[in-house]
């Protein structure tokens, strides 16, 4: 399925990204190049929910619809801080544990596993994964001898940025 790019910029043709040759790429490669970029926070946000993503700067505006059969999770698992959050914001969340690798295991409610990999977060601290629609689950995370477990879902009323998974 390939999301649709919508270009708002009051009539001119830029995109938010063009300086980095991004305008134009599927939205799975938008958000992995935003939650992998270091952007300044003041002149630059993106935010993803259930449906969008929306990117702005000081001279325009562009909005991604997500796929139809996908959705995004930003996930920041910590050990010590976190902060809540319900719709992630690729340029201003910041998690703990940067640049670290963990084992990550997600079910869906009948115990099917949709997801089951090792990720590494990027320097926001977040991990993403694209997930199927309209599940509900639990996420198993786990690092060395530390773990936890919690519930994740993926309906368009769903949260897209996770900071409730505190390693112990």
């Known amino acids: 399925v390939v999301a649709a790019v919508v270009a708002l910029s ?9 300086q980095y040759d991004m305008s134009g790429k599927s939205v799975e490669d ?3 190049f935003l939650e992998a970029t270091d952007f300044d926070r003041r002149t630059f946000a993106a935010s993803i929910d259930a449906e969008e ?3 702005s700067n000081e001279s325009s505006n562009a909005t991604y619809a997500l796929p139809e059969d996908l959705f995004y999770a930003s ?9 809540p959050c319900g719709t992630h914001n690729l340029v201003t969340c910041q998690g703990e544990m940067a640049q670290e ?4 295991t997600i079910k869906d409610a009948s115990g099917t596993i949709v997801f089951d990999d090792k990720v590494e977060t990027e320097q926001n601290g977040f991990f993403g994964v694209w997930l199927p629609r309209n599940i509900e689950g ?8 530390l773990d936890t477990t919690g519930k994740i879902s993926t309906f368009s009323t769903s949260n897209t940025c996770y900071t409730d ?3 112990n």
């Open 10 to 18: 009051g009539g001119r043709s830029d995109h938010p990204l063009d």
């Open 165 to 167: 998974f505190q390693l």
């Open 30 to 32: 938008t958000v992995a």
């Open 75 to 83: 996930i920041a698992p910590y050990i010590d801080s976190t902060h």
């Open 138 to 145: 639990t996420i198993e995370i786990s690092q060395g001898s």
């Open 101 to 104: 690798t963990f084992d990550v």
């Open 53 to 55: 993503l929306k990117l």
